[in-house]
């Protein structure tokens, strides 16, 4: 079965703090790994897609990382407005059937002045 | 690109009633959708995998004659709940799987309250 642990659970950053987030998985064959914001009262908005280990992407303040067996989101100066919870997911060849994702809990981010 | 629409966003019915909630994939196909629900300060919790043409797939403990689910079209997929109570008030979250990535994109999420 497909594991997802997130941590911190919860972080409390300055305005300008970098700092990373850590997503360690266990996955029976990598299809993909996903990491998503998400605010309150909505929907998480989709943020980056890992497929192999080595491979980063970027997006403004947010850069993720992957190894074989965890991912990392690395926050660099951020502001107020990156305050959401994070989310990662993986896809796994054999996830517990058809090509549904399996969630971790969420690091709740804050991001104060 | 990639965006799903809810609807409502919030609805508030009477115990006893049901309620349909529509999730439409604006600008791609999609022959999976899924629906979540999600407890305050909890994560997402899977309900159901909605392919296009077929019957759901429910999660384990989750009641199909409650949460009637159709996928009728490559871009719409609706959520029924049935003689609603007060313990399925919830968010429910729906969300677009695209078939070349396994991306899933979700909506905004639609506010359920059963008084």
């Known amino acids: 079965e497909d594991q997802v642990t997130q941590s911190p659970e919860a972080l409390r950053l300055q305005e300008g703090e970098s700092s990373s987030l850590n997503c360690s998985y266990t996955?029976?064959?990598?299809?993909?790994l996903f990491w998503y914001r998400q605010d309150p009262g909505k929907g998480p908005e989709f943020l980056f897609t890992?497929?192999?280990a080595g491979e980063e992407k970027e997006k403004e303040r947010l850069k993720a990382t992957l190894t074989k067996k965890e991912s990392f989101l690395h926050i660099t100066a951020p502001k107020p407005e990156d305050s959401a919870t994070y989310l990662c997911?993986?896809?796994?060849?054999?996830?517990?059937?058809?090509?549904?994702?399996?969630f971790g809990t969420g690091t709740q981010l804050k991001v104060e002045l | 690109g990639a965006v799903v629409s809810q609807h409502p966003s919030r609805v508030i019915c009477k115990s006893g009633t049901s309620v349909k909630i529509e999730c439409r994939s604006l600008?791609?196909?999609?022959?999976?959708m899924f629906w979540y629900r999600q407890f305050p300060k909890q994560s997402l919790m899977l309900m159901a995998t909605?392919?296009?043409?077929?019957?759901?797939?429910?999660e384990q403990g989750v009641e199909k004659d409650k949460f009637l689910i159709n996928h009728a079209s490559l871009t719409l997929s609706t959520l029924t709940v049935t003689s609603a109570h007060p313990e399925d008030s919830s968010f429910y979250i729906c969300?677009?799987?695209?078939?070349?990535?396994?991306?899933?994109?979700f909506g905004p999420g639609t506010r359920l309250t059963v008084t």
């Open positions: 969300s677009a799987q695209t078939t070349a990535t396994y991306e899933q994109y």
């Open positions: 996955v029976s064959g990598l299809r993909g």
């Open positions: 890992l497929y192999s």
């Open positions: 997911a993986v896809h796994g060849v054999r996830g517990g059937g058809g090509n549904k994702l399996t």
């Open positions: 600008d791609f196909q999609a022959t999976t």
């Open positions: 909605s392919n296009e043409g077929s019957k759901a797939t429910y």
